[in-house]
C-alpha cells in the first residue's frame, strides 16, 4: 500500500491500514499526539495521584491545562477522578482499566522509540545532507 493509498476516509480489512472515519484511531492519535495527555498518563501509571501532585510533577503545565488535559481523559474512559466529602475536599485521579491499557501501548510507542533513536538521527542526518540547499537536489516528496 503507497501512502497514496492511504487516503483519509479510505477503507479496507487489514487490521494495520487506515480505516474509515468511525475506527476510533483519530481519537486515540489525539489523545497520543497531545502531549499533556501522555505525561498525565505517564504519571498516574505510578499510582493515584491528587490533582497538585499531578501538577508539581509534570514541568510546564499549567492548572488550567491540567484540568483540560484531565477532563479529557476522563470523557474518553481513560482516567477517574474521586470526590470525597471532607473538608477541604480531596480530590484524587487514577487511570481506569482502559488507562492501564492505554499506558501499556504508550510504554511499546516508548520502547520502539528508543530502540530506534540512533537510526532516526542518522535518516535525520542523511536527509538533512542529501537535501541541504546547493546540492542540486530538490524535495519532491
Known sequence: MTIADAEVGSKTTNAHAPCDDDCGIRDVLDRLGDRWSVLVVVEL?????????????????????????????MRDGIVQRTVYPTIPP????????MGHSFSAAI????????QHKAAIAESRAQWDTDHSAGNGLHDRS
Open 45 to 73: 501509571t505510578k499510582g493515584v495521584r491528587r490533582f497538585r501532585e499531578l501538577h508539581d510533577a509534570i514541568p510546564g503545565i499549567s492548572q488550567r491545562m491540567l484540568a483540560l488535559t484531565t477532563k479529557r481523559l
Open 90 to 97: 480531596r480530590t484524587d485521579y487514577r487511570l481506569t482499566s
Open 107 to 114: 510504554a511499546s510507542l516508548a520502547d520502539w522509540s528508543r
